[in-house]
């Protein structure tokens, strides 16, 4: 039995909302990192889904790019994150215009 394609889809555009839900509701940076992450992993989902469906490795290949280069944002937001912390004891975007010199 094989699961259609507007289940994945569905929930592709569930977590994708939750994602904009989470970023544009939320001050905390890291919620905020979270949530863009969320949307990123939700367009994933429905790449893999098209690509199982039109049999067609090309969106397989192209989620895994997009994971790698998902790492590396991740890496960089993080150490960004962690500078800001440092600095400050809150890592709310509203005081991160704070640390200009």
Sequence with gaps: MMIPLNW?????AVVF???VAGFLMRRNIIIMFMSIELMLNAVNISLVSFSH??????GQVMVFFIIAVAAAEAAIGLAIIIALFRNKPNVHVDEANEMKG
Aim: net charge neutral; charged share 15%.
């Design 17 to 19: 909302i939750i994602g």
């Design 8 to 12: 994945y889809i569905s929930l592709s």
């Design 53 to 58: 469906y039109l049999n067609d490795m090309k």
